[in-house]
């Protein structure tokens, strides 16, 4: 049977068109078919199996050594896009905390820091010489030497280690004993403690210096009160301010100090103290929130403060002394002391 | 075509040679700044700037693996800009200019 004679037939098979006969003759021929074709299924079935469990040694060589240097790219890449992560945050943090130069947030947080001990502290100061600074990631941190004078020495108080993260002032770690008050308002005097201080300065010994807190029984210039103390052998620190808070048993003093400090100081010699404390104020009004954390006084109330003062003047009502411990005593003999404080004691140390 | 094939073996040691130069670099500077330590000798900023010259070499020269020198190029770079970055803004924050 020929190619043809098989196509004419099959088409008559599928139309119901061959006798039975024919038919007969026909579906037998196509069993014979059947068997060629599992036939070929087989053969082709085991040249797969063959190629698959067997393939060329070359071609797998090839394979796995792509297969390894795609690897180790990616794990090269990998490592070296994670090696870049930290550099980048370093170059951020420094940017972030130095760009503006003079006027960086860093120098800023250090300025305010000084500031705000300055005129939050009676008769403390920042050694502006030996800040320590470090910046982190997305921190910066700062070590603040605070000083008090007592005679003529600076006396070593404590480190404040102060953290700016990004741009919040975490909380320090010390605990202030400052808070307490050390003055007494003419407006809302305190119980007076002038007897008791009176007794110590008695008992001290002759060759030592003490540091006395002394309030003031009224408002009074720069200038009255160095007249007040002018018979007194003795050195004016710091200058109590009022602020027109008066009745907060939790608001700490807020003045400026009497000398002159280190040039990098906001109480320099470049021009009078009393004129700089109001810039210094005007300063501290734009870093409200890092002034308060870093005095732990939440009710610091700079804004305020500044209005009282603009309209008001500065008008002092308590100063810090020092001196010889037996020259201290005639502080009694000055009719507007309200009370005093005694502060620390030194050996002698004076002129 | 031999000459071509040399350059090209050139192009991809230079890339190589920046890549690596650029990983040690790196790592050495994570090291530096995790522990907050400056651990690096005083030829550090040669190495880098080797590291950036060799990469721009095998850049302009043919190289199949173009992604590896530009990643070497990028991360002596990165070094040497964080190396800048940190020496100027430490100046910069300054309490007593």
């Given at each position: 049977m020929d190619k043809e004679q098989f196509n004419d037939l099959l088409n008559k098979y599928k139309q119901n068109k061959l006798s039975k006969e024919e038919e007969i003759l026909f579906e037998k021929e196509l069993d014979k078919y059947e068997s060629y074709q599992d036939f070929l299924d087989g053969e082709s079935e085991k040249d797969y199996k063959k190629t698959i469990s067997n393939p060329p040694s070359k071609h797998m060589k090839s394979l796995n050594k792509g297969k390894r240097k795609a690897i180790i790219s990616n794990a090269l890449m990998t490592i070296a896009i994670a090696l870049m992560i930290l550099p980048m945050c370093t170059i951020f943090s420094f940017v972030y905390y130095g760009y503006g130069i003079a006027d960086s947030r860093g120098n800023n947080f250090i300025q305010v820091a000084a500031d705000t001990i300055s005129i939050t502290e009676p008769n403390a100061t920042v050694d502006f010489q030996n800040i320590r600074t470090n910046v982190g990631l997305f921190s910066m941190e700062g070590d603040f030497d605070i000083y008090k004078q007592i005679g003529n020495n600076q006396k070593h108080l404590r480190t404040d280690n102060l953290t700016l993260f990004l741009n919040k002032v975490d909380q320090p770690e010390r605990l202030k004993d400052?808070?307490?008050?050390k003055f007494s308002h003419p407006e809302n005097p305190s119980l007076s403690t002038t007897n008791d201080v009176n007794q110590q300065l008695q008992n001290l010994p002759d060759g030592t210096v003490s540091e006395v807190f002394v309030s003031l029984d009224a408002f009074y210039s720069e200038e009255e009160i160095k007249n007040i103390f002018s018979d007194i052998e003795l050195d004016i620190l710091w200058y109590a301010v009022n602020t027109g808070i008066v009745d907060d048993t939790k608001y700490t003093a807020i003045g400026y100090p009497a000398q002159d400090g280190d040039i990098n100081s906001s109480f320099n010699n470049k021009e009078e103290n009393s004129k700089q404390f109001i810039q210094v104020l005007n300063r501290l009004n734009k870093y409200q929130d890092w002034a308060e954390t870093i005095t732990q006084n939440r009710s610091l109330n700079i804004n305020e403060v500044t209005k009282f003062i603009d309209e008001n003047g500065i008008e002092i009502y308590g100063v810090v002394v020092t001196g010889p411990t037996k020259e201290l005593l005639k502080l009694n003999e000055i009719p507007e002391v309200t009370n005093q404080n005694l502060g620390g004691v030194e050996l002698w140390n004076w002129r | 075509m031999e000459l071509a094939i040399k350059g090209n073996k050139f192009s991809r040691l230079l890339s190589l040679f920046s890549f690596g130069l650029g990983l040690i670099n790196l790592l050495s500077l994570n090291i530096a700044i995790s522990i907050q330590r400056n651990i690096f000798p005083s030829y550090y900023l040669y190495i880098v700037i080797l590291g950036v010259i060799s990469g721009v070499i095998a850049l302009f020269l043919k190289t199949n693996s173009k992604g590896f020198t530009i990643l070497g190029l990028l991360m002596n770079l990165l070094t040497g800009l964080t190396i800048i970055c940190i020496i100027v803004f430490s100046f910069s924050i300054n309490p007593s200019p």
């Open positions: 400052f808070n307490a008050q | -």
